[in-house]
């Protein structure tokens, strides 16, 4: 795509647009009609279209400056990574200790024996008082999940035995629970409190 200039008409001072390759040459104005000479304007617009011009040259030095930096950066974080590795295989040391090659590796392929998993055996917590994992799994189930919809959880261990005992009286028809899972809700609130 060819690059445009701009000057003024000699004649008129109008403004005339021409492509690059015209400068020198003489043309008729457009305002004016009158044959002018199509001339380097000192203005900016001649720098912006021109291809070499100084806003030109300010762009491509910016982009070198800045490729030189980011080389340089990369450059010295290489050195400072390398220059950590070897005070690491010297040990901090840095004067007076020639660095040792590091071991040799014997054989990359080598098997590693792990030990034998152990056997774990399940423990019946203390605050189970001789409940299945089942039934206090469906005890917490019921009050994260019926009693939760209306109201935050509350910990059966903040309040007594007796105002569990009207709280989940109380919210048994709220819930609308069955009286299986009422019977599920009172063990679990029951081997919390105990």
Known sequence: MPAYLKCSCDHCGGRIEYPTEAVGAKA??????RETLLKLDGGDDADVLTVGGKKTQWVIGTVVVCVTAIAL???????VKKRGAAKATSGGKSQGVVNSPPPPVA???????LDLPK???????????GLTAAQ??????IIGGACTDCHRQFDPA????????RIVGTMRGKAKLRPKESDELDTFVRSVRN
């Open 158 to 165: 903040t309040y007594g035995s007796a105002e569990w005992d």
């Open 28 to 33: 008729p104005c457009p305002h004016c009609k």
């Open 107 to 113: 054989n990359l392929l080598a098997k590693v024996e």
């Open 73 to 79: 950066l990369v450059g010295a974080g290489i050195w």
């Open 119 to 129: 056997r774990v055996v399940p423990v019946v917590g203390k605050f189970q008082n």
């Open 136 to 141: 206090i799994k469906n005890g917490r189930e």
